[in-house]
T-cell receptor
């Protein structure tokens, strides 16, 4: 079974600085998707970024980018120019490629604080 | 931008009572999911639903749980006899299809906070 591990329960960053959140996963599959979701205090789950495992190019969405290392099974999220609104729980998630195994497998999350 | 909606936002119920949580997925999406998050813990998969039937369920999704798509828009989760440990945030999600990351991305509703007393 696949597992997702986020080893940093909490992280802190100064406003305008850069922070990297770690995620590792375990799978025997070769094709899959990886996601980062943000959960602010309202507790809504908001998609931040997604990555297809067959793409070598790292995904980027504005200030958010990932460092996807398939061989190492690592999928870290980099937030550049951190803003106060980035403060939230961040969850890394894994999804098998297509078929019936469509459920997301989440890590335990990293709580990010942004200091003004 | 289309979004997943859920009602109610909060529900308080007595142990043993039945509750129905409602979701309206994004209109052209074909795959629907329920997840739950006990306070302070990670999000856990409950069930997925496609073509009017359950496609996958977790061990959490026992006989006390059921899902239904009663019409063309709503997707419901019913808990027949609630327990204290059912207190959690329940998220509905939907995705468009199974071809490519964009299609397979799941979009979440704002959640229903269920408290069982």
């Amino acid at each position: 079974a696949q597992t997702v591990t986020q080893s940093q329960p909490e992280m802190s960053v100064q406003e305008a600085e850069t922070v990297t959140l770690s995620c590792t996963y375990d799978t025997s599959e070769s094709d899959y998707y990886l996601f980062w979701y943000k959960q602010p205090p309202s507790r809504q789950m908001i998609l931040v970024i997604r990555q297809e495992a067959y793409k070598q190019q790292n995904a980027t969405e504005n200030r958010f980018s990932v460092n996807f290392q398939k061989a190492a099974k690592s999928f870290s999220l980099k937030i550049s120019d951190s803003q106060l609104g980035d403060a939230a729980m961040y969850f890394c998630a894994y999804r098998s490629y297509g078929g019936s195994q469509g459920n997301l497998i989440f890590g335990k999350g990293t709580k990010l604080s942004v200091k003004p | 931008e289309p979004e997943v909606t859920q009602t109610p936002s909060h529900q308080v119920t007595q142990m043993g009572q039945e509750v129905i949580l409602r979701c309206v997925p994004i209109s052209n999406h074909l795959y629907f999911y329920w997840y739950r998050q006990i306070l302070g813990q990670k999000v856990e998969f409950l069930v997925s639903f496609y073509n009017n039937e359950i496609s996958e369920k977790s061990e959490i999704f026992d006989d006390q749980f059921s899902v239904e798509r009663p019409d063309g828009s709503n997707f419901t989760l019913k808990i027949r006899s609630t327990k204290l440990e059912d207190s959690a945030m329940y998220f509905c999600a939907s995705s468009a299809g199974t071809s490519g990351a964009l299609q397979e991305t799941q979009y979440f509703g704002p959640g229903t906070r269920l408290l069982v007393l």
